[in-house]
């Protein structure tokens, strides 16, 4: 059975239809405990004690707590305490260091197959199903996707911030470059192509007042975004990849393009630069016009005082593709009560939940409810449009789910940093070959083996 038919099938024929075309840094906060009273939990609540594990920042981890508080103060729900640590990484490895899994817990989409090769998690598709969530209407075929494997709804999709472009407004004017006859968007456009990012760098790279145009990682999400948007592709395979694609004609294609303006030193910040300053301190100084990110990035840029910036898809070559910040709420194997875990599951999901981790500007959440509410959108607060973060997602391309990321990220980042920041002639052949060359010993370790098929010579 597919993972498209599995999740169609648990959740009502309406979302069917859609589905088809983890000791360091860890607090332990103490709540009290509820009183015993009937429950949909195997035991009754005065037996069961769960733990929540989360991540982020300060301002996010006390809207947890205060989630946690309230189904707390109700006498029918099971006790659950507040397991903390300041990342997704630092869970992670408090987990491998032999940390219990909490019962419930956040967690990154990039931590999925790690989850599923520990034997970690269950599914929470039926759980949550026969406690009323409502899959069809609720969240997007892409973000249940993004937590779907082995024919199962592993996570519940909790955040799903798509990468866009923020642009400081007093460097990129839109109403000045229409003026001046320059390729704009128009007010009300809801993407724009490249030649329009393009003039837009441009238009804000003044050497006089110290101003460059952009700055795009030289990183694989950074760069993917553009090569699948101009038809390309960045894996061999998006379930068993043996080997990234720089190198294909396609992705060569949409490099090039893109690479006339991300290795144009008079409009990118080059080495020297990123040497002295992150690319976010050259956009909050206003130094900067343009940079990618994540819906993260909004309560920073919030408290710069006098930056006026806004939000726009990543650029069409060919059609939109951007890639994204994904994290879902999971279930331990080991969950001392799984029905019990599930109603907290169902309550941390509420719109009045997600809504108050909404409103600390860090969140773009999964249940569309809230991303089209005020919590979410905030209106007359930046950046003006908000809604991108949430009708891009269908433009969203998903890494394969692969335990090995960082590894190959590592890998291959030599070389991506030459490709980008590189000076004089690009040899483009030469360089995507050998960035596909380093991505296999990561993604095909049998392939760079010596081969043992043949007897060793006497």
Known sequence: MSVRTRVGRVTVLAVAA?????????TDDSTPEPTPSPSTSASSPADVHLTFGVYGSARE???????????????????????TWPSAAAMRQAVAQGA????????????????????????????LDERGVDFGDGYSRDALEAFSAEDRLQCMPYGISPMLIYYNKQLVNFDRMRKRGLDAPDDDATSWSFEQFSAAAQFASRPRRGTKGVHIAATLPGLA???????????????????LTFSSDD??????QTLE??????????????????????????????IAGYRSLVPQLRQKPGLDFDVMPMPNLDH?????????????KKADNAPAAADFIVHELSKESVGAVARTGYLAPANLEVALSDDFLQPGRRPAHAQFF?????????APLIDNLPELEAAVQPSLEQLVYGVGVLDLDGITEQIDQESRPILDPESASPSTSEPPSS
Not at 100 to 126: A, G, I, S
């Open 251 to 256: 992705s060569k294609a949409a490099l090039e």
């Open 225 to 243: 975004p553009f090569i699948v948007s101009g038809g390309g592709s960045v894996f061999d395979d998006a379930s068993d990849p043996k080997s």
């Open 61 to 83: 981890i006390a809207v947890y707590r205060s989630t946690v508080r309230i189904w707390n103060a109700q006498p029918d729900n099971a006790s659950v305490r507040l397991r």
């Open 320 to 332: 939109g593709a951007t890639v994204g910040d994904i994290s879902g709420l999971c279930l331990a």
């Open 390 to 398: 949430t009708t891009t997602v269908r433009s969203m391309i998903f």
């Open 261 to 290: 303006l991300l290795r144009n030193p008079q409009l990118t910040l080059d080495e020297a630069e990123l040497a002295r300053a992150t690319p976010i301190r050259w956009f909050e100084r206003g130094k900067l016009a343009m």
């Open 100 to 127: 219990p899994m909490p019962d419930v817990f956040l967690t990154p989409r990039t931590d999925l197959r790690w989850l599923l090769d520990h034997n970690y998690t269950q599914p929470v598709d039926e759980l």
């Open 18 to 26: 859609l589905m088809v075309p983890l000791a360091a840094g860890c």
